[in-house]
């Protein structure tokens, strides 16, 4: 690889750092490990070629373009963390990355006390979702993090908002929603 490339390469992982918290070869060798699959199989769920995952990973391509695939490799970091703690079992994961496979996009991680109110309206999951997208969608996590930064002074909590919504883990915003509500 000559300095050119190399350049080019670092660059591409450092605007991934940017978007995505971490480098995705970082990012998608840890789902690989934590929820025992290879390249291929991760390509297959998140919908995305194996050579595009190898492009992404090795640093020749920076952004995932589609939305709905970013939406995935969200869903798979949340499920990775519900087989590390035992809350989901390796068979139970098998049938959610299934499920993540078909999805196209938003919420599609779901269990009995998330996936519905009975009366059709939208679970505090699913809301928090919807937050954490649309904040995505117009800046990376860094960015968030540094507008949490200039309003923290003046503005605590909204500067609390958009660190937990913008660049938080979804479940740290569930119960950040929930304590919030009455």
Partial sequence: ??????????????????????????????????????????????????????????????????????????????????????????AEATDRMDEVKKSQGGSVLTSTVNTSTGSGAPTVRRVVREIQSLLRSVAAAGDIIDAADSLAPAHPELAEFLRVYGAGRTADAVAHYESHQN
């Fill in 1 to 90: 690889m000559d300095a050119a490339q190399q350049e080019a390469t670092a660059r591409a992982r450092e605007l991934q750092r940017s978007w995505y918290g971490e480098p995705l070869g970082a990012l998608f060798r840890r789902l690989i490990d934590d929820l025992g699959l290879n390249q291929a199989r991760l390509a297959a769920v998140l919908g995305l070629s194996a050579p595009m995952l190898s492009q992404l990973m090795s640093g020749q391509r920076a952004k995932i373009g589609n939305p709905a695939v970013v939406q995935r490799v969200q869903a798979l970091q949340e499920l990775a963390v519900q087989v590390a703690d035992g809350s989901v079992s390796a």
